[in-house]
């Protein structure tokens, strides 16, 4: 089947939109089950596609695409990256779903995680009655250099984009072979997509998202599929996310960041189980 984009505005001046992909679900038993699924730094709906279809059996599934991320349309003006920004963004999103409180469950993906934990703790929103979460994070390390990054002019930032990406390729091949290709994969990605966004998110998203201290505050239950072993995040911090009595981890066997590819089935059958052992 195949999905519905929306286009919702949720910035007026200037003027932001972004894209949410439907995916109904396809098994009548399911059919009230809702799932977000907020996709991590560089991808977009397209990435979660494959995964989007696999839990269609399973939930009606909304792919949010985030300002700056995909094909989202953002201006190019310092600000609209913030985390408070998001928070805001992700109430409309809901409200446009028309969904009710306790009515949704989210999904996010390694940074998308850090979205939902920062809804959740900080968002006015509806909230939701379990999440699902890969590779989750308390708090991004960062180079100590990186906000300067910000002060540069655009047109010579893209050039010290390419140096950062070759610097990082060859460091990251020496340290993790296989991990190398998602230094390619991201190389990709900003030239398909609004590099300029995607960097501003970093900036002023990803520098200041820092939950230390306040996971007890998330009194949800939820679903958090890790990697064996991951180049880009640490493995232990996401396992500390289990303060909850019906949290549950499921270790992927991967030794790779991008759990989800080639494991899309997996994960949907692994969700499903999980929802109906929390009843839900």
């Not at 993790?176 to 991201?186: D, H, L, Q, Y």
Request: positive net charge; aromatic residues 12%; proline residues 4%.
């Amino acid at each position: 089947m195949n999905e519905i984009i929306d286009i919702v505005k949720t910035h007026t001046d200037p003027e932001v939109k972004i894209r949410v992909a439907k995916f109904p679900c396809t098994n009548e038993r399911y059919s009230k089950r809702n799932i977000i699924i907020i996709p991590g730094w560089l991808s977009g709906i397209d990435n979660f596609t494959t995964t989007a279809k696999e839990l269609q059996a399973y939930s009606n599934i909304i792919i949010y695409e985030p300002r700056g991320f995909g094909e989202s349309l953002t201006p190019h003006k310092k600000g609209l990256f913030t985390v408070k920004k998001y928070n805001e963004e992700l109430t409309l999103v809901i409200d446009h779903l028309n969904l009710k409180n306790k009515d949704f469950i989210l999904l996010g993906s390694c940074a998308g995680a850090a979205m939902v934990f920062s809804y959740v703790l900080d968002g006015s929103g509806k909230k939701p009655n379990a999440l699902v979460v890969f590779s989750p994070q308390e708090h991004y390390k960062t180079p100590f250099w990186l906000p300067i990054l910000g002060w540069i002019p655009t047109f010579f930032m893209s050039f010290i984009q390419k140096l950062i990406i070759i610097f990082y390729r060859f460091y990251v091949k020496i340290r993790s072979k296989k991990e190398s290709e998602i230094v390619t994969w991201a190389e990709e990605r900003l030239k398909k997509n609004d590099a300029w966004s995607l960097r501003r998110y970093v900036l002023e998203f990803i520098i200041s998202y820092d939950i230390i201290g306040r996971q007890k505050e998330i009194d949800i239950p939820m679903l958090i599929f890790i990697a064996k072993k991951d180049y880009f995040v640490d493995v232990d911090k996401s396992k500390e996310f289990t303060h909850h009595p019906d949290t549950e981890i499921f270790q992927v066997d991967v030794s790779m960041h991008r759990i989800q590819e080639g494991n899309e089935k997996l994960i949907a059958k692994e969700v499903n189980k999980y929802l109906g052992k929390i009843k839900l």
